[in-house]
T-cell receptor, first 109, second 115 residues
Framework: DTGVSQDPRHKITKRGQNVTFRCDPISEHNRLYWYRQTLGQGPEFLTYFQNEAQLEKSRLLSDRFSAERPKGSFSTLEIQRTEQGDSAMYLC???????FGPGTRLTVT | AQKITQTQPGMFVQEKEAVTLDCTYDTSDPSYGLFWYKQPSSGEMIFLIYQGSYDQQNATEGRYSLNFQKARKSANLVISASQLGDSAMYFCALDSGGGADGLTFGKGTHLIIQP
C-alpha cells in the first residue's frame, strides 16, 4: 500500500455522460501526477500539479478533460461528454515515482 | 524527446530461473533516472527499482537488479530465482526533464512464470 487512494476503482458510464475521479495523495507530497493507461500500453502522462498549481498538461488532455487540486490536497479529474476512446485506467501518482494509486478503470459504453 | 523501448512483448520462464527484461532509452538530458514497475492483473503499479544516471553502482533490491549500461542506453531488469508470483506486466520508465512531464513508460513486457 503506497498510501495513495483513488475513488472510484471502477466506473461504467454511457457515452456522452460526465465522470469525475478523485485522488488522495500522501499528505506531505506536494507533487501529483495523472496518467492514462489504455489496454496493452504503458501509462501516458496527462497532467502535473505542484501543490495547487497545475504546471504541465499533455496534449492528450483535450478540452473535455479538466483537473483540479484545490488547496494542494486531493485532486479531481473530470471528463465531460465521454467517448468510447476514453475507456482506460486512470492512474494518480503522488511524488515523481513511487506512490501510484490503485487506479480508476473507466469503461464507456 | 524521451523514449523507452521494450522489445519483448511476452516472455515465458520456468520457475526458479533468472530472467532478464530488456529496456533501452533515449534522452538528451544529462541527468535522468530509470525505473522499473510491476503491474499485476489487478492494475496497481508497484515500484521495483531505480537507477540514477550518475549512480556509480548498478541498483539492487532483493531479487531485483538493474543492469545499467549507460553508453548503450540500456537498463535491463534482472529477476533472480523467479517465482510464480512474479507473473505480471513489467514496465520500464524514464524520468528526465526535471520531472514536470512525469515519467515516460515503455509498452511493457508480459512475464509468465511456469511451474
Amino acid at each position: 500500500d503506497t498510501g495513495v487512494s483513488q475513488d472510484p476503482r471502477h466506473k461504467i458510464t454511457k457515452r456522452g455522460q460526465n465522470v469525475t475521479f478523485r485522488c488522495d495523495p500522501i499528505s506531505e507530497h506536494n507533487r501529483l501526477y495523472w496518467y492514462r493507461q489504455t489496454l496493452g500500453q504503458g501509462p501516458e502522462f496527462l497532467t502535473y500539479f505542484q501543490n495547487e498549481a497545475q504546471l504541465e498538461k499533455s496534449r492528450l488532455l483535450s478540452d473535455r478533460f479538466s483537473a483540479e487540486r484545490p488547496k494542494g490536497s486531493f485532486s479531481t479529474l473530470e471528463i465531460q461528454r465521454t467517448e468510447q476512446g476514453d475507456s482506460a485506467m486512470y492512474l494518480c501518482a503522488s511524488s515523481r515515482s513511487q506512490g501510484f494509486g490503485p487506479g480508476t478503470r473507466l469503461t464507456v459504453t | 524527446a524521451q523514449k523507452i523501448t521494450q522489445t519483448q512483448p511476452g516472455m515465458f520462464v520456468q520457475e526458479k530461473e533468472a530472467v532478464t527484461l530488456d529496456c533501452t532509452y533515449d534522452t538528451s538530458d544529462p541527468s535522468y533516472g530509470l525505473f522499473w514497475y510491476k503491474q499485476p492483473s489487478s492494475g496497481e503499479m508497484i515500484f521495483l527499482i531505480y537507477q540514477g544516471s550518475y549512480d556509480q553502482q548498478n541498483a539492487t533490491e532483493g531479487r531485483y537488479s538493474l543492469n545499467f549500461q549507460k553508453a548503450r542506453k540500456s537498463a535491463n531488469l534482472v529477476i533472480s530465482a523467479s517465482q510464480l508470483g512474479d507473473s505480471a506486466m513489467y514496465f520500464c520508465a524514464l524520468d528526465s526533464g526535471g520531472g514536470a512531464d512525469g515519467l515516460t513508460f515503455g509498452k511493457g513486457t508480459h512475464l509468465i512464470i511456469q511451474p
